[in-house]
């Protein structure tokens, strides 16, 4: 499959009066066409940071400390805002976590649609209007006709999320940042946004950066999964890889917390400690403070990428040949499975 | 449902306000004026009078230390300052009622008759100081919010906040000092020169000092309310959303933040009619410009009962209208506000 997107080694730090937060540290990673790759990790992991620092949506106090953000073979690092503008749309969009608040509250849902088809491209009143109905047909808004003309405050949740989806669509991007699109939302509500991602994957083949921290999600959903941890990504691979044969503890840690995975009649597992604060962050693998497995290297050097499949990538000390062969703790077997 | 319908249970009224629900919104808030100025005139009546000072003064000047207390008594059995404020109060408002709002005691004339002059003199100040503080205060607030902790927004912060402190009435002498006095390019004084009410050159040439003070100590408190009021809307998902699809800042600004703060400016724009009709009494003083703020100091001051009355009612009118239509306003401009009661959906 094509890469659609390369992170060279990004690294991305914000400017705060108390110095320096390294939000994103060395990230690799590529997105192909078409494919849904999840993101997970715990809250301020980067996730979001690593994202957003693609399209350029960041404050200004945020600034890439190096590495290279690669589209289609174009190296857009050093880009203006003016070269930014003319990708934001056709290149990448992004949906956000709370769909109450990511649409305007008085502009009508149709003129917010055709405000973005307007933008890239020179089409009459006209002609923008029936492609935002088409847009609304095909995330599935019933009576679109009417609805155009109606102001957020009309709508639910879900249909809100499935509205800022249709604007995302607009310019036919690429890729899709989906940030926790889900998050905010009921169940039931979940269910058909997955159902509907999925769907419009299918349709229109753009590429879909999925970010969560909820792993049944993630399951549901993805096509390969990047696990991250205080801005680095410390293990990717297939989604069957990542939930039948995790290599990284804190991969185990996030699996064990699971509660319809838990043991009956057994606490819940949960990962001890805090992620660190990325002001100043430690010099070894930043996990091994809260690592139950942790070695003495852990604390001296950072781990590298070892690779256990070509798809499938960790960095933990503990896939060195020359560390003690350690049984994941996490088993998902096939009776799970159907979850 | 509502005060009007209450008052009115007539049914035929009724039926006619179901019809016309516009018709209903404009008695309703006819009555809600009425009843403010109602109640605001009771309190400056009351007001009026507790404050020490004797309003016979004002009527008598220095010949009322010539006068006896029969004759003291009788002059104000004449003036009507006589017997209990109630019913003090109650003579007032049966002659307004009738638009009979009494004698100026200092001027000797009817209050209307020393006011009528004044008023258009004093509207032509206010509002045009009015429109271009504001539209001055909306464009330096964009200006800012485009290029936030840039040069031109710290400039202007920090310019407005040492300008803000500044006395208007000292500004206004140093002002009239350079361009009066020192280059003489400007009149110090009046609203126009003798004989050319009529002439526009001449009003704009008096109106340009008064105006300079009226914008240079109100525009830096708006400028900098809208410029943190739009910077909060620039932090809102949805304007990150309108980035995602390409838009720039500048037509963000425009298309969404700037419709999102509407209703929070055309508030502070009702809630500031006061605050900028005090600033045009404060131009009056200082340029001598025969205006009602000028007017309601000195009738303060001489306790002139039925001008002070007639004057507060006037400004008390204007501020609950303008607070009135404010709020209409903002139901236009931001639908969640207007009370639908049936949803779009009804068969």
């Known amino acids: ?64 400390a190096s590495g290279k953000i690669i589209v289609d073979g174009t190296d857009i690092t050093n880009y203006s805002e003016k070269e930014m503008r003319s990708l934001r749309g056709t290149t990448f969009s992004m949906i956000f976590q709370d769909p109450m608040a990511t649409l305007n509250p008085t502009m009508p849902i149709g003129k917010q649609i055709t405000e973005a088809i307007h933008q890239h491209r020179n089409v009459s009143n006209d002609e923008a209007k029936s492609r935002a109905l088409e847009l609304l ?25 499935r509205c800022v989806l249709a604007i995302a669509l607009a310019s036919n991007p690429k890729i899709i940042f989906a940030d926790e699109p889900t998050t905010a939302l009921d169940v039931t509500v979940q269910a058909k946004m997955l159902n509907l991602l999925l769907e419009i994957r299918d349709k229109t083949g753009v590429a879909i950066v999925f970010v969560s921290h909820d792993l049944g999600v ?44 838990a043991k009956d009649g057994q606490p819940l597992k949960s990962i001890p ?39 499938h990538n960790a960095a933990t000390w503990l896939l060195d040949e020359r560390a003690p062969k350690i049984q994941s703790p996490f088993c998902l077997n096939q009776e799970n499975k159907n979850q | 449902m509502s005060n009007g319908a209450d008052i009115l249970q007539n049914k035929r009224w009724s039926m006619i306000f179901r019809q016309h629900p516009l018709l209903e919104k404009i008695l309703n808030n006819l009555l809600i004026l009425v009843g403010s100025i109602f109640v605001l005139s009771i309190i400056v009546f009351v007001f009026a009078r507790l404050s020490p000072g004797d309003p016979l003064l ?71 100081g009015y429109i271009l503080v504001f539209t001055l205060a909306i464009l330096v607030a964009i200006g800012c919010a485009l290029h936030e902790d840039g040069l031109f927004d710290r400039i202007a912060c920090q310019l407005g906040t040492m300008i803000y402190f500044i006395p208007a009435f000292w500004l206004g002498l140093c002002l009239v000092l350079i361009f009066s006095i020192n280059l003489n390019w400007l009149p110090s004084s009046g609203a126009y020169d003798f004989g050319m009410s009529g002439n526009l050159v001449n009003r704009i040439e008096h109106l340009i000092l008064p105006l300079t003070i009226m914008i240079g100590s109100h525009i830096w408190y708006y400028a900098y ?120 959906w009804e068969k």
Request: hydrophobic share 45%; net charge negative.
């Open chain 1, 1 to 64: 499959m094509d890469v659609l997107l390369h992170l060279e080694n990004l690294s991305l730090s914000f400017d705060t009066p108390e110095g320096e937060v390294q939000a994103v540290r060395g990230v690799d990673l590529t997105v192909k066409k078409g494919e849904i790759l999840a993101i997970v990790g715990e809250s301020g992991c980067g996730k979001t940071v690593m994202c957003q620092s693609v399209m350029k949506l960041l404050p200004g106090n945020a600034r890439i």
């Open chain 1, 137 to 161: 047909e095909l995330i599935g808004i019933e009576d679109p006709v009417h609805r155009y003309d109606l102001q957020p405050h009309f709508f639910s949740g879900g249909m809100r999320q």
């Open chain 1, 218 to 261: 993630v399951a549901r959903i993805a096509d390969r999964v990047a696990v991250m941890y205080a801005g680095k990504i410390v293990e990717i691979g297939t989604v069957e890889e990542i939930f039948y044969d995790p290599r990284h503890p804190y991969t185990w840690g996030l699996m064990q917390a699971l509660p319809s995975l």
């Open chain 1, 273 to 311: 400690g805090m992620p660190p604060v990325l002001l100043k962050p430690p010099k070894g693998d930043a996990f091994a403070e809260r690592n139950e497995y942790a070695m003495k290297i852990d604390y001296e050097l950072m781990p590298p990428m070892f690779q256990i499949t070509p798809t």
């Open chain 2, 225 to 344: 309310m809208i410029r943190n009021k739009l910077l909060d809307e620039n932090r809102k998902d949805y304007v990150l959303l309108a980035k995602a699809k390409g838009l720039s800042k500048s037509e963000i600004i425009w298309k969404h933040s700037l419709r999102n703060v509407a209703p929070t400016i055309i508030n502070l724009m009702a809630i500031s009619i006061p605050h900028v009709l005090s600033g045009t009494a404060i131009a009056e003083a200082v340029f001598n410009y025969p205006g009602i703020g000028n007017m309601a100091v000195i009738a303060a001051k001489y306790h002139d009962y039925n001008l002070l009355m007639l004057l507060v009612l006037i400004s008390g009118s204007i501020v609950i209208i303008a607070s009135i239509v404010a709020y209409s306003i903002n139901e236009v401009v931001d639908p969640r506000m207007k009370d639908t009661g049936v949803t779009v």
């Open chain 2, 58 to 128: 004002a009527f008598y000047g220095d010949a009322l230390e010539f006068m006896g207390p029969a004759e003291l008594d009788a002059a104000r059995a004449r003036l009507g300052l006589d017997g209990p404020i109630y019913i003090q109060y109650i003579h007032w408002l049966a002659n307004a009622a009738t638009g009979n709002f009494g004698l100026s005691l200092q001027y000797k004339i009817p209050a209307m008759d020393v006011i009528s002059p004044l008023i258009v003199n004093t509207l032509i100040l206010g509002i045009t």
